[in-house]
Structure formats: structure tokens, C-alpha cells
């Protein structure tokens, strides 16, 4: 079995047409289908249901299309170790985050790394850490920011805890008191977050945990509308306290124990980091530290990384 064989397959998996994957991968379609033959007969399988309709994964060729994705995933990274030098002159980094990091955190640990290694490149995913998990334990990318509950559920991960960032209520008008309560939701309409937010379901285990089922006024958006919702005056909304804080919005924190959750630094237990990799691990932990010596740790945040006293999501 050879990789580029395994890059045939995947490329006519995904463009479901001999001729299209061919196309995409620079090479003849004869060429293509000889290569993809010889795979079917080393495996002893056929891989593709062939047909004028079109062309379709066989039970076989599913089987075979995450572990080639893996594989291919892990030969680039290899290819990649190596090319990358001591003085980090190439290399890449696939960083992962969720959008509330991104428009806060994300973007000055990006510059410091970027401003040290010019020539390595930089792949940004924004996701819910539910995809980024994902992602990760694929091999798709190095390393993410992810919202982790403790102890981590990942055992394919090495989980980080790096800071704990206060949740916080916005509306568009000035609310009532410096500190809003739980039961304050009661009853009243909120912008929601989609599902795949863990902002949201933190939201939701706090209200059934104060014996009510919240309400919405909109449900359904992504970090920028609903910020957009607030502002419209449609109802308050929960959000991260970096968001917050950014915002312009009215803004108050919970009363003890609030509500908050933990950022954590997160990639694959079993594939060691590459060069580039891991010195953009060590500039994010060095950008934290440094920023908490200072005094200058983004709003709503706290070190030490985890507050034993209060879980993430009450």
C-alpha cells in the first residue's frame, strides 16, 4: 500500500468522479484508475461502487477513508518535522480555537509567534471545541484552544488547563445591579448561542440546576449575532467575559459561585509535536505568563488555570 495510492483514493472519495479526482490530483485518469485498481487488489476489496449515476463508497472504501485521512495527516506531519530547521525557518502550525478566543486571545499570540518565526505558516481553524476535538484526535491540527471540563474526557488528548474566564450577563440597556443572579433568567427572553456553543450548555445546566428551563427571545447564532441581537435590544445573553469586555455592552458577573469555564491547550497524546508546533505552544504559555506578571490578563480571566472551588458550568 503506498501513500500516494491512499491520496488517489481519498481525492476520488471526496470528488466522487474518477475524471474530477484525477483533475485535482495532476494526473492522468488512466493513471488514477490503474493505481486505485492496485490498491482494491492488495486489499482485496472493492473500494467504489462505479456507475453512470456516479461514483460511490463501497462498505470497504468507507472503512478505509478515515484511517487513509489519518495516515495522510500523519506523513505530511512527518515530512514536515523533518523539513523544519533549527532556526524554525519553514515549518507550519494548524492552530484551532473557538470564536470567543479568537476575537480576544487568539489574535496577539499570533502576532508575538509570527514576528519570531516569519517563515513558518500559520492555518487558523475557528470552531466549537466540540469540532476541534474532533480535529484534533484526526490529526487535522496541531494544537487548539478548547473548552475543557475537569478531569478532560480525551484520552487521546494531552489537556492543558491554562486559565479560568468568568461568563457574564450583557444586555442593551444598563442593568440593574453590579452582580446579576441566575434566577435573573427567569422568565425573561435570551439570545442563545447555537448548540455546539459550550457557552450555551453552560448556560443551561445553571438555570436547570436553579430549577427553571430558560426562554428564548432568539436562538440559534454564532458569537457576532448575537452580540448584534443584544445590541438590537432583543434580550440579554450570557457570554465569555473576554467577549464581554469588547463588546460595549452593559456587562455584570454572576454572584458567587458564578458561572465560568476553563481554557485549555490541547493536541494529540500520541504524535509528538513538530518543531513549529511546539514553539507556538511555548509562546502561548509564555504570552500568559508574562501578561499575568503584568497585571494584564484579558478581562474576565484568572490564574491560576483552575479554580478547584467552583466547577466550570455551575
Same mark, same amino acid.
Given at each position: 500500500m503506498q501513500l500516494q495510492q491512499? *491520496?488517489?483514493? $481519498? /481525492?476520488? *472519495?471526496d470528488a466522487r468522479h474518477f475524471t474530477r479526482a484525477a483533475e485535482a490530483s495532476h494526473v492522468s485518469q488512466p493513471s488514477l484508475s490503474q493505481q486505485i485498481r492496485a490498491l482494491e487488489r492488495e486489499l482485496g476489496a472493492e473500494l467504489f461502487h462505479r456507475s453512470r449515476a456516479g461514483t460511490t463508497l463501497t462498505d470497504a472504501g468507507q472503512a478505509l477513508l478515515p484511517l487513509a485521512r489519518r495516515i495522510l495527516a500523519d506523513a505530511d506531519s512527518a515530512r514536515r518535522a523533518v523539513a523544519e530547521t533549527v532556526q524554525l525557518r519553514r515549518g507550519r502550525v494548524r492552530f484551532g480555537a473557538p470564536p470567543s478566543? &479568537? %476575537?480576544s486571545l487568539v489574535p496577539e499570540v499570533l502576532r508575538a509567534y509570527r514576528a519570531r518565526h516569519p517563515g513558518v505558516d500559520l492555518h487558523l481553524t475557528e470552531g466549537g471545541s466540540r469540532d476541534l476535538v474532533r480535529d484534533l484526535e484526526a490529526g487535522e491540527l496541531d494544537l487548539a484552544l478548547v473548552i475543557a471540563p475537569d478531569p478532560a474526557p480525551w484520552a487521546a488528548l494531552a489537556v492543558t488547563p491554562l486559565l479560568h474566564e468568568d461568563l457574564v450577563l450583557v444586555a442593551a440597556e444598563p442593568? @440593574? +445591579?453590579r452582580r446579576a443572579r441566575i434566577t435573573d433568567l427567569r422568565g425573561r427572553g435570551l439570545v442563545m448561542f447555537r448548540e455546539g456553543y459550550d457557552v450555551r450548555e453552560t448556560t443551561l445546566a %445553571? &438555570? +436547570?440546576a436553579a430549577g427553571f428551563e430558560p426562554s428564548y427571545a432568539v436562538e440559534g447564532g454564532e458569537m457576532d449575532a448575537v452580540l448584534a441581537a443584544v445590541r438590537a435590544g432583543l434580550g440579554p445573553a450570557v457570554v465569555p467575559g473576554m467577549v464581554a469586555a469588547s463588546s !460595549? #455592552? @452593559?456587562a455584570a458577573p454572576f454572584t458567587a459561585p458564578g458561572l465560568g469555564r476553563t481554557i485549555a491547550l490541547a493536541h494529540g497524546r500520541d504524535l509528538p509535536l513538530g518543531r513549529a508546533a511546539a514553539a507556538f505552544r511555548s509562546a502561548l504559555l509564555a504570552h500568559l505568563a508574562d501578561a499575568d506578571r *503584568? !497585571? /494584564? #490578563?484579558p478581562p474576565g480571566t484568572r490564574l491560576p488555570a483552575f479554580d478547584r472551588t467552583a466547577? $466550570? !458550568? +455551575?
Open positions: 491512499l *491520496a488517489y483514493f $481519498v /481525492a476520488v *472519495a478566543l &479568537c %476575537a442593568l @440593574p +445591579r %445553571a &438555570c +436547570r !460595549g #455592552l @452593559p *503584568a !497585571g /494584564a #490578563l466547577s $466550570v !458550568g +455551575r
